[in-house]
């Protein structure tokens, strides 16, 4: 930087926030609550204290503000993941902030043994904002997908229909517990567990036929996503929609969608089953609900909440206040500051410029897919070296399925920002 030139007001809060993260962790130190260690000695404790569940770069987040994240050593990165479709709003939105440091001075948690009025105010959100008439809350996107299933099978229970069986998409994904293991379409994740997994049946997204041939009558519900994500970002053609739930009508079954990736605003609607025009009979939600805080949402027609009576399904954390609060503001945020319908705009524009790359670049770019700012980019050589060398470059980017590099950038994310990371994929497919 030139002599009297100055440093932009967001570089100069960046340094004051890195100064006083490394003031409280020398005042931690000398409280002996714990030793500072550089990135290498945290990784060696993370290696001896925490199960082996990932395999991750070497580089540990501090801080985040807006589209950008910085590591310990002050290297800044675009953040194209966010935090898996979680950081809608980005990182440290102040508003986000300031309600969850509001509700934390109040009540934190208080178990669901007793009323708490985030929860309630929340619950009557989502009823407004979605086809549903009940919630029930937890804490994660596998854990409401596991009371979607449950309560299925109770509904048919209690009218005294053994019905038992989902029927599941292909290459779908759903959660890691064993209910959702056995409803998720990938054999890698299923492959260890086989012997203790509900017997599930499996159908063909985007195939009605195939969904028409795993049905019997002891179905109780067909479970999909509109978009599939981990799968590698394949959208649900509106047809196929259309007449799962002709079939659901027609069968008397349950139709349940999956929008704990999709919904939410990513594909510019609140919820992806808006693109459709049909609505299911339960509808799950999570991931960004909480803009970062954990919490997922069952939500269920009347007829199909009513199944589930006290006693038939809990959780301790499960809709606390802390992540009801920080909830209540993540939606009213997204709704004034109309980052839904910009969704679209935004979303339009980043699948344009990546079709430019695919142009430029056809014999390592097959396709680009995707709905809003869910986005896929199908490669013909796997994709994890793409995503080592966009870290190298400041990016954060994912490849799922192998092949398919997927982009779910915090829906505040700018054109500029998109044009940079479009810059950086042109220079790593060049050198390529």
Known sequence: ?????????????QIVDYLRSRLEEEDYEKKGEFKIMNTEELIEQEKKYLMQT???????????????VWDREGK??????GGIAVNNLGYSHPELVQAINKQAKKL????????NEPQIILARSLVELSCGDKVFFANSGAEVNE?????AVKYFKNRGENRYKIIYMKNSFHGRTIATLAATGQSKYQKDYLEILPRFKEAIFNDLHSVKVALDQEVAAIILEPIQGEGGVYVADKGFIEGIKELCEKEKILLIFDEIQCGLGRTGKMFAYQHYGVEPDILTVAKSLGGGIPIGALIAKEEVSA??????????FGGNPLACAAALANLRILQEEKLVEKCTEKGEYFKNRLIELKVKFPHRIKEIRGLGLMIGMELYEEGEEIVKKCLEEGFLINCTSKKVLRFLPPLIVEKREIDYLIAVLDKIFTQM
């Open 1 to 13: 930087m030139e002599s009297g030139q100055k440093l932009p007001l967001d570089r100069i809060n």
């Open 76 to 81: 800044e990165y675009y953040d194209f993941v």
């Open 54 to 68: 990932y395999t991750r770069p070497k580089m540990i987040l501090k801080q985040g503000k807006g589209m950008k």
């Open 147 to 151: 009371g979607a299933i449950k309560i």
């Open 307 to 316: 199944s589930f009576q006290p006693g038939d399904h809990g959780t301790t």
């Open 108 to 115: 934190i948690h208080c178990s669901n043994l007793y009323y």
